[in-house]
């Protein structure tokens, strides 16, 4: 197995004291971990005692000179992103372990939230962990493999997809199809159509993970 790279990528809180709970935020292709920490103040209204972390994924973009990538997209075929998205899963999963082992705490006080293939990785990765994170969002993304889900998968938690419906990179259908997988293999989903937006992440779908953090997390903080 190839060793894990380590990961690492622009923070952001708790204001004060030990983190009640992790947010990992995963950038899209071509991006790198500062395109998605400036969502951590908006998603901070749901967990004020969070750790937000937005990690560099793990190579060089290959199709310009900046940013980075989880994986290579010179091919598209279904194959090579599946290959893709195994090696990256190998990278976020030790990240995640670490960052969970650090701030002291289990999988069920962890959120993942992803962009376009920030969301691939982090749905091949969450469905697939030993124990549950408490919640997963996606943006813009798209389940691969989803005809292996059912018999990979190992843990089930609440998942949030959010897509828009002119989205020009990943197509809309890919919503539908990840939706039906998951359900499929009886994962707890809801999706967000989201209309005229393309592929990117707009107000209404930022009110929506704050929503769901505050539901599977926030509202623990108060039991």
């Not at 937000?52 to 793990?58: D, Q, T």
């Not at 650090?102 to 962990?129: N, P």
């Amino acid at each position: 197995m190839t060793a894990a790279i380590e990961l690492d990528g622009p923070r952001f809180g708790p204001k004060a004291g030990a983190a009640r709970e992790l947010v990992i935020l995963l950038h899209g292709v071509g991006a790198d971990g500062n395109d998605l920490i400036g969502l951590a103040p908006h998603f901070a209204q749901a967990l004020p005692e969070a750790a937000f972390v937005s990690p560099h994924a793990p190579f060089p973009f290959d199709m310009a000179p900046f940013g980075r990538q989880w994986f290579s997209l010179q091919t598209r075929e279904p194959a090579e992103i599946l290959d893709g998205v195994r090696a990256a899963a190998t990278h976020l999963d030790a990240f995640i372990d670490k960052e969970l082992t650090d701030h002291e705490l289990g999988d069920d006080r962890l959120a993942l939230i992803g962009f376009s293939q920030g969301t691939m990785v982090a749905l091949h990765v969450a469905l697939r962990r030993s124990r549950p994170c408490a919640a997963l969002i996606g943006y813009s993304g798209m389940l691969a493999a989803p005809e292996l889900l059912a018999g990979e998968i190992k843990s089930r938690p609440p998942v949030l997809l959010i897509h828009g419906e002119v989205d020009e990179v990943v197509g809309f259908p890919a919503l539908a199809t990840a939706e039906a997988a998951l359900k499929a293999s009886r994962v707890p989903v809801s999706v967000m159509a989201r209309p005229g937006l393309g592929h990117g992440i707009d107000q209404p779908g930022i009110g929506a993970a704050i929503a769901m953090l505050r539901q599977y997390l926030g509202a623990k903080d108060k039991a």
